[in-house]
Each structure stands twice: as structure tokens, then as C-alpha cells.
């Protein structure tokens, strides 16, 4: 019988590829600290979060930019939330994905309904 000898090439990084989070905390600034606290270990390129419609979102998104600063933060509401603890409701679940990891462009598309797939060619 031949023995096959299987080399592999482990790269160890100081931070996850993709880190995720989630709070039951339904006040926005509480909540936004629990989602940062959690991923800012990662060093995100960006982050994408789902959060329940209860949120005051103005309010939230004030304060996920405010934690995340220069870094993309895409979000939307969400009928259910599945966070690193399981499926919830009323709550806020993200991931970040890590700049060493991913390149990450964000682009506004001001009108959907008018958005083509010509529009799509880059």
C-alpha cells in the first residue's frame, strides 16, 4: 500500500476572515457597542448588519458610524435575525469581513426600480 504524504500551507492571522455579532439590546446605542465591541477585533473592511424594524434606524445608523467610522456599514431590516447565538427576533445580527482577507467597494444605487442591467456593467 503507498502512503500518500498531504502537505498544507496554514496561514495564521491576527483576525478572523469574517467575525459576527449580535445584540437583544433594542436601544441603538447600546446595541451598536455590542455589535463593534465584538467585531472590531476583525479589522473589517467592511461590516453588514440586519436588524429588526423596532430600531429607531436613524438613530442606529448614527451610531454604527460613529463606532465604524471610515468603514463601509450596509445594513437593512430584517422579519428575523440569525446571530451567532441562533435565530432571533428583535434584535440586531453583523458580520464584518476582514481587510486582510477582502477588497470591498460600495456603490449607492439611488433609484432600484430604474436600475438596469446595463447599469450593472462596470
Known sequence: MLSQQISQTVEVFDSPSVARAG????????AARDIYNALAPCEAACVVFYCCTRYP???L??????YFGDIPVIGCTSAGEITPDGCRK???CAFALSKQHFAVE???IENLA???ERDADV
Open 114 to 116: 430604474a436600475f438596469s
Open 61 to 66: 445608523s448614527k451610531e454604527l458610524n460613529r
Open 90 to 92: 428583535h434584535s440586531i
Open 106 to 108: 460600495t456603490v449607492l
Open 23 to 30: 445584540s437583544e439590546s433594542l436601544d441603538p446605542v447600546i
Open 57 to 59: 434606524l436613524e438613530q
